[in-house]
């Protein structure tokens, strides 16, 4: 920012011309912060190829392509992998695109705002964008200041900075402070000069600050990579192993006899089983699985308040397991109102006052400066003094309309409230007789007063954190206005309170094994009061941003840990606290609407800012928009997000149970002498179009209540849970066993072996579906059987539907061959009945276990 002396001596004293303000813009800028640089649409688009999985399917692709061109076919199985990599990553790229669209939509006008200016000598209105370095701007009371600048006038100047600070109580400020864009006037009037805009201002500083993407992966995208390197093993294990069998069995049995050309098309059937297995193991469907729950996930955050600016936070906050908040605007609502009196309630005044509680209504109505003013939202903003504000409020909510006790009792005289005096007084006319309104410290007053009050009450206002106000007035004989011998009235205590619902979100996020930690800028004492009606204090420590900042390294890890409040904390502090949380391991959630919350909400797993009250800085870090400011709908947030990271693992089950199945059979079959249990067009239906499907109707799954009942998922946790890799293996050798025997043996049906596979891939398709009923209750939990998740019944009727359309008249494209209706009801029996009963036993067994304590919830 431009030093006083520097910017005086270039705009003068009677503001800019419009050609030195053409000038000024050249050479300081315009006042607009420059946003992140966003990268170009097509490579938005390619980010969503940086995943091992889609990796895995593109190298499948090729492989694919490789062996169809020569053969002149098998292209359709070429073009239907590469069809299920395009849907996953258009999904993924349309859903982010559409959240940016939305949030720039939210942020388009905040450069349009008016502001009063002296140009070519004569005061005029432009917008805050054609604001320049120089310009002097008028200010009043309610006004947001649009840039750096030097206060040049002052008449009771006070602003709130809370978005710098952290400071619920306006600053007040004199001749030649400086004042900042992004607080706004609480009280009074002024004049100041820019003296930097745009991106030189503090806010534009840190916001330039600020634009780098984050740099660790979430726990998700961590675990799918995982996942992808033992899937990606596990496929080209067996397709080694398979070809290596193949190769050993042709030569034993005579088919591999040397380099001629019947050897040579074995060696390539080898090759292209081989390839087979490959797509067989890699999930096809899981990208797709994961860009659909993402998206369902996002829209239901959306409607819950939540706009989620980056895809992946939406499982991200699920995994959350601490929540580091700000106190104003986020746990307050940052309004200061009258929370306790020494009255049950204010009274509407008579001609002379008759009660206390009609003297402190009278009081609180005139002798003050501050007005209500009703804004387009709806809500109510304070023009001047908060505690005033709150005062007015207090009367309001009583029916008790100020502006007309004003109106019929005007201020003869008025003495200011002042840092010394700490009280302000109003002489006013009742009935022909004057009185004089003291209001100011309680201690004060009750020097003041005759008899002196008992102050006990107001003492415990004080020992909740809360500013305390009294009340006093006297009869006004012959010109003696002192400020003495006052009749003591009573006193109010004012807090910020706490946002409706908080105390029971934040229980509910301990519950669900996430630590609520406050770090905010205000006192101790204040921090200390919010923290313990909020809960978040709960035996843990309270220490100063500085106390914490001092630590050596090896014990801030510790301190961190049993961190319940952080007081008097910085911009730096917060981020700090941030790394330390994720250096121990802790999946790092952090709340805050304020400028100075901008670094930490960017430096976390993810960032939650408020879209109602917070800067353009704190929205542009953060990766979720609470679009109703509320701490409550963090809890939602982190329901849906839990519920999106389970509907992945119900996938997984589904998905890998049959990749594995299938692996096993195209292995065993040809070795034990048994038909080939799958043409390449069959396997290409199951892994790509049938999944693609269930990946809709198991991400549909409505979350469950016990979701918010047991802790978050590490994150080193494998995505495979305990319970998950037994119900793949012992399901999956059921598929395996039951169809080897019906290859083997016809037993559920079949005179021909073109009728023995056409039953074996009837049933395998009909086992699979079947288990997908198992594969909806995850840990033994869900939603109701039918309205919880409607679409799968659609979705699995539908695969059924479009299954028995393939057995009975799909048999040039896939070889099968029509069954009878006896062998269909035989097939549905042979092949529900067992996956249904061993779904049940496998989680009775899990269950049993965890009963015990064996087991952890959630394994």
């Known amino acids: 920012m431009l030093a006083l002396d520097k910017i005086r001596e270039f705009a003068g004293e009677n503001g800019l011309s419009s050609q030195l303000a053409e000038e000024s813009r050249t050479q300081y800028g315009t006042n607009v912060l420059t946003p992140p640089e966003r990268a170009p649409l097509w490579k938005q688009y390619l980010k969503n190829f940086d995943s091992p999985i889609i990796r895995i399917l593109l190298f499948a692709v090729v492989v694919s392509a490789i062996v169809a061109i020569p053969e002149g076919s098998g292209l359709f199985d070429t073009l239907a992998i590469l069809a299920a990599i395009l849907l996953a990553t258009g999904i993924s790229f349309f859903n982010e695109y559409r959240s940016s669209r939305e949030f720039e939509v939210l942020n388009e006008r905040r450069d349009d705002m008016a502001v009063r200016v002296i140009r070519d000598s004569r005061p005029t209105v432009v917008p805050s964008r054609e604001i320049v370095a120089g310009d002097l701007i008028l200010l009043e009371a309610g006004d947001a200041i649009p840039a750096d600048g030097w206060l040049l006038a002052s008449d009771g100047f006070s602003c709130d900075e809370s978005a710098f600070t952290g ?154 397991t601490t929540i580091c908040t700000d106190k104003t605007g986020t746990l307050t609502k940052n309004q200061m109102e009258v929370a306790g009196a020494s009255v049950a309630a204010p009274a509407v005044p008579g001609p002379v006052p008759a009660s206390v509680a009609e003297w402190i209504a009278l009081n609180a109505a005139v002798n003050g400066t501050t007005h209500l003013e009703k804004r387009e939202d709806g809500r109510t903003r304070v023009i001047g003094n908060s505690t005033e504000g709150a005062l007015l409020r207090w009367l309001q909510s009583h029916m008790i309309d100020y502006r007309l006790l004003r109106e019929q009792h005007p201020a003869a005289r008025q003495h200011l409230f002042d840092g010394k005096r700490k009280r302000m007084s109003t002489v006013v006319n009742l009935s022909g007789r004057w009185f004089l309104l003291v209001k100011g410290a309680p201690e004060i007053l009750a020097g003041l007063c005759t008899p002196a009050p008992d102050l006990h009450g107001v003492d415990a206002f004080s020992s909740r954190a809360m500013r305390t106000l009294a009340f006093a007035h006297r009869e006004i004989n012959g010109d003696d206005e002192d400020e003495t011998n006052l009749c003591w009235d009573g006193y109010v205590g004012i807090r910020d309170p706490l946002r409706d619902g908080i105390a029971q979100s934040v229980a509910r996020c301990q519950n669900a094994g996430i630590r609520v930690q406050m770090v905010t800028g205000d006192n101790p004492a204040t921090a200390v009061a919010v923290a313990r009606e909020a809960g978040i204090l709960t035996g843990g420590t309270v220490m100063s941003g500085k106390e914490f900042r001092d630590l050596p390294a090896a014990e801030q890890a510790a301190a961190a840990q049993n961190l319940d409040v952080m007081a008097r904390a910085e911009p730096m502090d917060k981020l700090l606290l ?149 119900s793949i293996a012992v399901t999956g050798a059921l598929l395996v066993m039951g169809g080897l025997l019906q290859l083997g043996t016809g037993f559920m049906g079949g005179q021909t072996e073109g009728g023995v596979t056409s039953v074996f891939f009837a049933a395998f398709i009909i086992a699979a579906v079947v288990n997908g009923f198992n594969c909806r209750v995850m840990d033994g939990k869900m939603q109701a059987f039918f309205s919880g998740n409607p679409v799968f019944f659609l979705v699995m009727g539908g695969i059924v539907f479009i299954q028995i359309l393939i057995i009975q008249y799909g048999g040039a494209v896939f070889g099968t061959v029509p069954l009878t209706t006896t062998e269909w009801v035989t097939i549905a029996g042979a092949a529900a009945v067992p996956v249904i009963v061993l779904g049940f036993i496998v989680r009775s067994l899990f269950a049993w276990h965890r009963a015990r304590g064996k087991i952890p919830a959630g394994a």
């Open 167 to 320: 400071e619920s109580e306006p600053a007040h400020k004199k001749t030649g402070e400086q004042v900042l864009r992004g607080s706004f006037v609480t009280e009074g009037k002024g004049r100041m000069i820019a003296a930097a805009v745009g991106d030189a201002t503090e806010m534009g500083v840190i916001a330039a600050a600020l634009g780098i993407d984050h740099v660790t992966k979430t726990p998700l995208e961590s675990k799918l990579d995982h996942l992808a390197g033992l899937i990606s093993t596990f496929g080209y294990a067996m397709a080694i192993l398979i070809c290596s069998t193949l190769v050993i069995r042709g030569i034993l049995v005579g088919e591999l006899t040397g380099l001629d050309i019947a050897s040579v098309d074995h060696l390539l059937r080898y090759f292209m089983l081989a390839v087979v297995i490959i797509v067989a193991a890699v999930p096809e469907g899981l990208p797709m699985s994961v860009a659909l729950s993402l998206s369902l996930a996002m829209r239901k955050m959306t409607r819950a308040n939540c706009l989620v600016r980056r895809l992946i936070a939406c499982e991200t906050i699920g995994s959350a």
């Open 578 to 726: 941030v790394e330390v949380l994720q250096k121990a391991g802790a999946v790092v959630a952090v709340t805050g609407d304020g400028t100075n919350d901008a670094p930490a909400l960017r430096r976390a797993d993810v960032g939650l800012a408020m879209g109602v009250t917070g800067t353009d800085v704190a929205r542009e870090a953060g990766d979720i928009i609470l679009l109703d400011d509320s701490f409550v709908s963090i809890t939602s947030a982190v329901w849906w997000g839990r519920s999106l990271y389970e509907n992945i693992q119900r996938f997984l089950i589904f998905q890998l149970t049959i990749n594995f199945s299938i692996c096993i059979l195209v292995l065993a079959a040809p070795l034990l002498g048994y038909p080939e249990p799958f043409t390449i067009i069959e396997i290409l239906w199951v892994n790509i179009i049938m999944d693609t499907l269930a990946a809709f109707a198991l991400c549909s799954e409505a979350p469950h209540s016990g979701l918010l009942d047991r802790p978050p998922v590490p994150r080193d946790a494998a995505i495979i849970t305990p319970f998950m890799a037994v």
